[in-house]
């Protein structure tokens, strides 16, 4: 592909840090660097605690574990997500119901949360979807009134805010994916973010085997092994560093779309809730009837031209390992399947220059005949 969906930004601050962490010997899952990465990132969040760990997965894992998620149990997620939170509920052998998202945000309708709720219902996992922060105050005053837990899945919007707070600070456990295509990466990795004293201890324990500091091989919890390597946090702490760098350049090329093909009828960018300052992620165009030409046809066209656009995900509801729970259940997602049916990502990377924009933006209006 000429011009792919997303390319890695790594500087010489990143690899001056790997580098010394290397040639320290500390490449294991303790260090200078996960220490450091870790304050490094409460502070982006405003938050008193952090803990990294080797996936966003993992991090969606634990923020689970801490809240004491068990089998049976139901834990509410968005109908319109990567796979992880509701394969994570699943993995723990509780029940993921997929509910609906809105269409201010395209994230999860606190609505839905009270239409579904059973007695059941332990908690809620909201995403943050494509850099737009879910509407929190109306989840949280849902959870709140019947005493459910809200996690908070920010993997696609670091940097982004929501009344003024940081993601990553606005569940009662929030977490992180930086996997290769996320806004900050360092390869493969996670966080959970928490002010809640509790969950910081618990959460660090159980990333490391249950095994206390106090006391050699006891183990006061069933854990698991969730650490990041120290290597993987040294650039992990370099890409924080950088973040408000990295954050400008997604915004302007974000913006520079929207200005070079608002003259392309049928096209629309995704909307913007008033509570919301979206960092970009990957960005989502919505293809309409009026363009002429459906999503996946618009997807080929460009692809063919060296332009890496692809389809977004599936609606959860309609992959098979998810529609066992859906018997004597009211599943119905119809805004996130009209929307996953339109979308298509371009490519997004905050390394792309402006010519490289012209090139995707020359190919869209290309491949819709309109030049
Ligand atoms: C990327 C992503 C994850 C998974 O992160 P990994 O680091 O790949 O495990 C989880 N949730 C959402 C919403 C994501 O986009």
Redesign the pocket.
Known sequence: MRIPLSSIDLSDLERGYAEEALGSGWISGTGPYVEAAEKALAAFCGVDGCIVVC????A?HLALMCMGVRPGDEVIVPGM??V??AAVVARMGAIPVIADVEEVSWCLDAAEVERLWTEKTRGVIA?DLLGHPADFDSLRRVCGARGLFLVE?A??AHGSTYKGRRTGSLGDISTF???AN?TLTCG???AVLTSNPDFIRLAALMKNHGMTQERPYWHDVIGDNFRLSNLLAAILFGQVQRANEIIERKKRLAQMYRERLADIEGLAFRPSAEWADVVPWLEPVRVLPESGVSRDELVHRLRANGIDARALWTPLAKLPPYQQWSEGREISTPVAEQLLSELLWLPTSSVMNEAQVEIVVRAVHQALGVM
């Not at 996936?55 to 993992?58: E, Q, S």
């Open positions: 996936t966003g997965t993992a969606l997500t990567f992880s939170p995403v899945d993997a696609e994916s930086f996997f996320k493969e990795g996670g």
